[in-house]
């Protein structure tokens, strides 16, 4: 039987982001990918302003009622930008769709550069690492993980010490693996830490000076592909 995946995310109508990556991406990877919309806005929500927003929470039941009675199934979950409310609703189409050993793979998106996404309140976080406990993959970048974990966002006001504080503590959350991303200790360098409870890794690239949304996206829907595919988590 093919792999098959389902990512919850938002549909961006505009903006190169969240769904319209994933779904391209994943399926050039080789699996099946099914989508749950969490949301549609016209455009995504930095560098608009004025962007129209649906919630799409009060259609997760009727879907999964659907599913159920279809008996479909996943290998793999990857969830990206989702709702306070929606996230009770993830766990529960997890538990009830999933596959022997499938997969959870949770980008907590939810802030960036020291800052919560419009939208989100100061509780969202803590309802995140409910998201987080029990994946078996965590992508959060430097501001989300701070969030997470409850301590300040640094910037680039840290060492190797602070990153391997940061990895352990979000592990702690109760996930099996973290991949923290946006890591750069040179200034033309930019990469992930990656933590299993046992080693870190790190992978850098030369850093391009220039602010392009959903890059973030493009990197975790390949990662979650590669994780289906059988890589581990160091070399997805």
Not at 64 to 69: D, F, P, S
Not at 158 to 178: C, F, H, P, Q, R
Request: charge should be negative; glycine fraction near 8%; include cysteine.
């Amino acid at each position: 039987m093919d792999k098959r995946l389902l990512t919850i995310q938002d549909i961006s109508c505009v903006g190169q982001c969240s769904l319209t990556v994933a779904l391209p991406v994943i399926s050039a990877c080789g699996i099946e990918t099914a989508v749950l919309p969490s949301s549609v806005l016209s455009t995504h929500t930095a560098g608009f302003s004025g962007y129209t927003f649906r919630d799409l929470t009060d259609d997760m039941d009727g879907i999964l009622a659907h599913w159920k009675k279809e008996n479909i199934t996943f290998d793999a979950f990857y969830t990206g930008y989702v709702s306070k409310a929606q996230i009770p609703l993830i766990l529960k189409i997890m538990n009830e769709c999933a596959r022997p050993s499938a997969l959870r793979i949770v980008d907590p998106v939810m802030a960036d550069n020291g800052k919560l996404y419009p939208g989100f309140d100061e509780s969202f976080p803590d309802e995140m690492a409910k998201l987080c406990k029990g994946a078996d993959v965590i992508l959060p970048n430097l501001t989300e993980a701070s969030f997470l974990v409850h301590e300040p966002y640094r910037g680039e006001g840290y060492d190797k010490a602070y990153i391997e504080s940061m990895l352990k503590k979000l592990y702690a959350l109760g996930t099996k693996n973290v991949v923290l991303t946006g890591v750069s200790f040179e200034k033309d360098k930019l990469g992930v830490a990656c933590y299993d409870g046992k080693k870190t890794e790190y992978y850098f690239n030369t850093r391009i000076n220039a602010s392009m949304h959903g890059t973030g996206d493009v990197y975790a829907s390949s990662f979650a592909g590669a994780l289906c595919k059988g890589w581990s988590v160091y070399d997805a």
